[in-house]
């Protein structure tokens, strides 16, 4: 009848509420599957794709340099005493005793820290720095050879044994970090770390820490 009024009873209304909501219920299930499925799947991309094992391999290289820095700074806290021992047996070599204490202050001037392991210039200067220094050690000890007295002499010879296992550890220690560095720079030049770096870690290359080039061989400290 047109014009009529038609009248649900409570019962209808709650049994229509009923069905409507499945819909919605349903939609937001998948939705939440769904949001969770793409968590996983992301977490097993960046697994893959080198996000953990890039900032490792970084760790490493910290460690590799860390090893490397305390060997430096061992040498360094023997040359005071060395200086001392070798001016007590040959006051008048000034000018070599001298220039170590001179490479030896400028050694410490030059640090570096991880952060600036990518800075070619920064790296150069220690390079440069610590090879001075190994150049000064080893004219110092060449002196020695001159004065049986400061030869035979037990401290000079303790302090002796001292750096020449000190030199050893460092030169172990720049191997080890080398190839620390060669393994992370090569990472990430490699597909799909490459591209994992490139878009989220942004990651820079890092220096290698060769021995001076006037400094190739470790100073001679057997006689």
Known sequence: MKGAVTIRTRESLEIDQHFTQYPVMEVIMV????????????????????????????????KAWGDVDSQLQRRSDLIPNLVATVKGYAAHEKETLEAVVEARAKATQVTIKVEDLSDEEAMAKLQAAQGELSSALGRLLAVAEAYPD???????????????????????????????????????????????????????RKEYFEADKAAREAPKVQF
């Not at 969770?36 to 992301?42: E, P, T």
């Not at 035979?152 to 750096?163: E, K, T, V």
């Open 31 to 62: 939705k939440t599957r769904m949001r969770w499925v793409f968590v996983g799947l992301a977490l097993v991309i960046l697994s893959s794709c080198g996000y953990n094992s890039l900032q490792r391999s970084e760790e490493a290289v910290f």
């Open 150 to 204: 400061l030869k035979a002499s037990q401290n000079f010879l303790d302090l002796q044994n001292q750096l020449e296992g000190t030199e050893n550890r460092i030169s172990v220690a720049r191997q080890r970090y080398n190839e620390t560095v060669e393994s992370f720079n090569g990472s990430i030049r490699s597909f799909p770390y490459s591209l994992t770096n490139s878009l989220l870690l942004h990651l820079k």
